[in-house]
């Protein structure tokens, strides 16, 4: 397995002139789980389906599990057993299988288990995706949330070394959003590089090594959650309740002293207190905000 799943140097995607995607550069490294964060119109759907080979670029190199997804666009490629390998390995997940409407979710899943040379066991995807119950239901008959499971049940049945999820839990419920979480977490674990989209702050957080933010076409920033825009040393604010019942709030770069130093007035336990850091919703909003 190559050391590096994903190479982007200065990508480029020009819509009516306009640069959707402009200088972009990017590294995955196999095995992790990467999230894009960026503002509506930012250029992460654009750049992901160059990497899945469903757009053309207008600039920059691009190199996908060591293959540049260009060559899928060539005269011929479909019978190409390199690009046909090429795809295989490559995990998309897709919005909506709304010509299958009359089949029920096991015979979609099959069908699908076709297209692959080791495909996994239908049923034990099935499963995977919390569909079990589901299985003998027409598709058309399956709520939002439903459909999209069903949507990573498809883009998972041919286990990919590299899965694309383009805003994977949009429409989940929050205990669905926990369990799809938990399935990427497990798909990770089994060795599968993980690429998604998403606006939830939440999610990057738990579930990616790593985020990077783009705006106006160009990665600004990438870091661990942990990490980006210097969230681990930013100010820490300090709250507490005094005696007199008044809530009083501190920012301190030295948090540690400043609990030390209440609890030496307090004489002990200090009322109502709390230490937080900048969330990671926080710092990517002043992010975005400064690179506006
Ligand atoms: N087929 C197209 N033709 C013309 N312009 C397009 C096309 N697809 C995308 N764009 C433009 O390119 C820019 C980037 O769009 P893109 O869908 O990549 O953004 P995004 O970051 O995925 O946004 P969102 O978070 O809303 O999904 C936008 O300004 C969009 O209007």
Same mark, same amino acid.
């Given at each position: 397995m190559e050391a590096t799943a994903i190479e982007v140097n200065g990508l480029r995607k020009l819509y009516g002139g306009t640069a959707?995607?402009?200088?972009l550069d990017l590294t995955v490294r196999s095995g992790e789980i990467f999230a894009l964060l960026g503002p509506n119109g930012a250029g992460k759907t654009t750049t992901v389906e160059i990497l899945e080979g469903y757009r053309r670029r207008d600039g920059g190199q691009v190199s996908v599990l060591g293959v540049?997804?260009?060559?899928?666009?060539?005269?011929?490629?479909?019978?190409?057993p390199a690009v046909r390998r090429w795809r295989e390995r490559v995990g998309i997940v897709l919005q909506? &299988?709304?010509? !299958?409407?009359?089949?029920?979710v096991g015979e979609v899943v099959t069908h699908f288990a076709r297209f692959y040379p080791a495909p996994d066991d239908p049923a034990t995807v099935i499963d995977r995706v919390g569909l079990s119950a589901k299985?003998?239901?027409?598709?058309?008959?399956?709520?939002g949330g439903q459909k999209r499971r069903l949507d990573v049940a498809l883009g998972i049945i041919g286990r990919p070394e590299l899965l694309f999820l383009d805003e994977? &839990?949009?429409? !989940?419920d929050p205990e669905a959003r926990r369990e799809f979480w938990a399935l990427i977490r497990d798909l990770a674990r089994g060795g599968t590089t993980i690429v998604l989209t998403t606006h939830y702050l939440e999610e990057a957080e738990t579930l990616a090594d790593r985020v990077g933010v783009i705006t106006a076409g160009r990665l600004i920033a990438v870091d661990t959650p942990r990490e980006l825009g210097n969230r681990a040393s930013a100010l820490a604010t300090v709250s507490w309740r005094t005696p007199e019942g008044v809530w009083e709030r501190a920012q301190s770069a030295t948090p540690t002293a400043l609990v030390a130093d209440l609890a030496a007035r307090f004489g002990g336990e200090v009322p109502g207190l709390t230490v937080t850091r900048p969330t990671l919703e926080d710092i990517y909003l002043d992010m975005i905000g400064a690179a506006a």
């Amino acid at each position: 397995m190559e050391a590096t799943a994903i190479e982007v140097n200065g990508l480029r995607k020009l819509y009516g002139g306009t640069a959707a995607v402009d200088g972009l550069d990017l590294t995955v490294r196999s095995g992790e789980i990467f999230a894009l964060l960026g503002p509506n119109g930012a250029g992460k759907t654009t750049t992901v389906e160059i990497l899945e080979g469903y757009r053309r670029r207008d600039g920059g190199q691009v190199s996908v599990l060591g293959v540049d997804p260009a060559v899928v666009h060539g005269r011929g490629t479909r019978t190409d057993p390199a690009v046909r390998r090429w795809r295989e390995r490559v995990g998309i997940v897709l919005q909506g &299988t709304g010509e !299958f409407d009359e089949l029920t979710v096991g015979e979609v899943v099959t069908h699908f288990a076709r297209f692959y040379p080791a495909p996994d066991d239908p049923a034990t995807v099935i499963d995977r995706v919390g569909l079990s119950a589901k299985a003998r239901a027409r598709t058309h008959t399956l709520s939002g949330g439903q459909k999209r499971r069903l949507d990573v049940a498809l883009g998972i049945i041919g286990r990919p070394e590299l899965l694309f999820l383009d805003e994977p &839990t949009t429409g !989940f419920d929050p205990e669905a959003r926990r369990e799809f979480w938990a399935l990427i977490r497990d798909l990770a674990r089994g060795g599968t590089t993980i690429v998604l989209t998403t606006h939830y702050l939440e999610e990057a957080e738990t579930l990616a090594d790593r985020v990077g933010v783009i705006t106006a076409g160009r990665l600004i920033a990438v870091d661990t959650p942990r990490e980006l825009g210097n969230r681990a040393s930013a100010l820490a604010t300090v709250s507490w309740r005094t005696p007199e019942g008044v809530w009083e709030r501190a920012q301190s770069a030295t948090p540690t002293a400043l609990v030390a130093d209440l609890a030496a007035r307090f004489g002990g336990e200090v009322p109502g207190l709390t230490v937080t850091r900048p969330t990671l919703e926080d710092i990517y909003l002043d992010m975005i905000g400064a690179a506006a």
